[in-house]
């Protein structure tokens, strides 16, 4: 279920992010299409509406729904530009103005800036879209004027039962605790990359928690009180410092590295910034 379909109050930034770029599109095009539907029944999930509005955003032919499509090549400051011009003028026919950003982490240091300054002071009746897998790589100051929904079906990540995931979650606070798991998750290859792909998951659905938000169709759903309870002690700057140790780890692990050194080194850092209550 989308939390996006029943909320009250709309935000002037999300950031939608997930490995299936496709559904990171739909959900866009679904959220645009809620915010300026016509219907007086108003659109449901699973529904097709088929009011002009939901009709012309399906098409990407709606005045008020602007997208922005990377191509994988970097996003030039000049569409910021172009796009806080056009933001700043009233929806046409729609109620809000919707600029959605697919692959935004090709945004460039310029345009990642001129898009912090439009987000700063977002233009009344505009909503921002912001779509990408890699999170990890837009500046810490966009994401946390963003509200963060993170996209997965259960069915795209299954982790092969791991016997210490409490350990892994919960990460030992001593040095020996530390070690100990250490050798369990670097045991193999794969193992090792599945644990890092847990902790991924694992620190975007903190980050969803940390706003209030439920990650939708987490993989780690059945861990969702220890990760309510996880995120009160962490500081969203911590989280995406969690993440970014992680990325480095995935990094480093291609490159033929000791892995029980990774591991450690890992578990360390990772237990380390834990950060004062927000
Ligand atoms: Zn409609």
């Not at 770029?21 to 539907?37: Q, T, Y």
């Not at 530009?81 to 310029?110: F, M």
Request: proline share 5%.
């Amino acid at each position: 279920m989308n939390p996006l379909l029943n909320i009250q109050r709309v935000h002037s930034a999300y950031i939608f992010t997930g490995t299936d770029s496709l559904s990171l599109k739909e959900e866009a095009l679904l959220f645009a299409k809620k915010l300026n539907c016509l219907s007086s029944l108003g659109l449901t999930e699973g529904s097709m509406c088929t009011c002009l509005s939901c009709k012309k955003i399906d098409r990407l032919v709606h005045p008020d729904v602007k997208w922005i499509e990377s191509n994988d090549e970097t996003i030039k400051i000049d569409t910021l530009r172009e796009l806080q011009r056009e933001l700043h003028l009233r929806p046409y026919e729609g109620k809000w103005k919707v600029a959605i950003i697919n692959g935004a982490h090709h945004l460039n240091p310029a345009s990642s800036n001129s898009l912090l300054k439009i987000l700063e002071e977002p233009p009344k009746h505009s909503v921002f879209i912001l779509l990408t897998p890699y999170i990890e790589n837009l500046l810490p100051t966009i994401i946390s004027r963003c509200h963060i929904i993170r996209l997965t079906c259960a069915s795209q990540i299954t982790f092969p039962p791991i016997e210490f995931l409490n350990d892994l979650l919960s990460l030992p606070q001593n040095a020996e605790g530390r070690f100990e798991l250490a050798k369990k998750i670097s045991k193999d290859e794969a193992t090792l990359k599945n644990c890092l792909e847990v902790f991924l998951t694992w620190y975007h659905d903190l980050l969803c928690f940390k706003q209030g938000l439920t990650p939708i169709s987490s993989p780690l759903k059945e861990k969702e009180t220890l990760a309510k309870n996880m995120c009160h002690q962490l500081t969203s700057q911590a989280i995406y410092d969690k993440l970014h140790i992680i990325l480095e780890a995935k990094k480093n692990l291609s490159f033929q590295v000791n892995r029980e050194l990774l591991s450690e080194t890992l578990l360390l850092r990772l237990s380390q910034l834990t950060g004062p209550n927000e």
